[in-house]
């Protein structure tokens, strides 16, 4: 059996640009495709674009697998349009099914797994910061290109987007307006405290998001996936 819980919350930005992004989508054989996006920038045509986005993900993750969900979607911004102000995004999506989960992004949106004890982060962030890392700069310096991002859907292809298989029970999917907002620490004991709730668990995530010391909130989107164990006879 999987459960799902969704929450969003708007920012303290106009045009918000992940809110209402994620999607669940279910099989008529129980088979759970789900996608979180996360708009970049905030506008009213990015607005306008991540739910379809989002829709699209979940849709083709659950048919053809979160692989084929994040190029899908990105195939609908791969041209800048007529205008040229196409929206752009990052996202990440999963497939939930009997056998376990498959999950696939691009960008910073995050992919994380509870086991019953700890919460661990599947995803890694396709962004600058992670890249300068590896060089060993002060950390001030790595966190000042956190917010560039590497990979969008706009340019993800089959060699850019990381995918991981999740073997935990609970999976958590992540805008960065949540796991930036977050601490870790508040992360695993929210977790740990609403585990067995999907949507209690999605509630509280979003619902943990602070504004920063400029007053700033992002969007803030989460979706909880449970598969647990079909009963035995």
């Known amino acids: 059996m999987i459960r799902t819980g969704y929450a969003t919350r708007e920012g ?24 979180v996006i996360d708009g970049i920038g905030h506008g009213p ?19 053809r697998g979160a692989l084929a969900g994040i190029l899908s979607a990105g195939l609908l911004i791969a041209d800048p ?31 994380l797994g509870w086991n019953g004890t700890r919460l661990r982060r599947y995803s890694t962030p396709q962004v600058m910061g992670e890249w300068v890392r590896q060089y060993g700069p002060p950390v001030e310096i790595a966190e000042h290109y956190d917010d560039w991002v590497r990979v969008s859907l706009h340019s993800a292809t089959v060699a850019t987007v990381g995918e991981v298989d999740i073997p935990d029970p609970v999976v958590i999917l992540l805008s960065d307006g949540v796991h930036d907002q977050v601490p870790a620490d ?17 509630n509280a995530l979003v619902a943990a998001a602070q504004a920063d010391a400029e007053g700033y909130r992002d969007d803030a989107t989460a979706i909880v996936i449970a598969l647990e164990p079909q009963p035995t006879t």
């Open 12 to 35: 303290t930005a106009a045009d918000n640009a992940d809110a209402d992004a994620g999607k669940v989508y279910r099989l008529a054989d129980g088979t759970v495709g789900a996608a």
């Open 45 to 63: 045509h990015t607005s306008r674009t991540a739910p379809l986005l989002a829709e699209t993900a979940a849709r083709v993750t659950a048919h």
């Open 81 to 111: 349009g007529h205008d040229g102000e196409e929206a752009n995004a990052v996202g990440v999506a999963a497939l939930v099914d009997d056998a376990g989960t498959r999950a696939a992004w691009v960008g910073d949106c995050d992919a």
């Open 186 to 202: 508040v992360l695993e004991d929210l977790a740990r405290e609403h585990h067995r709730d999907p949507q209690a668990l999605a």
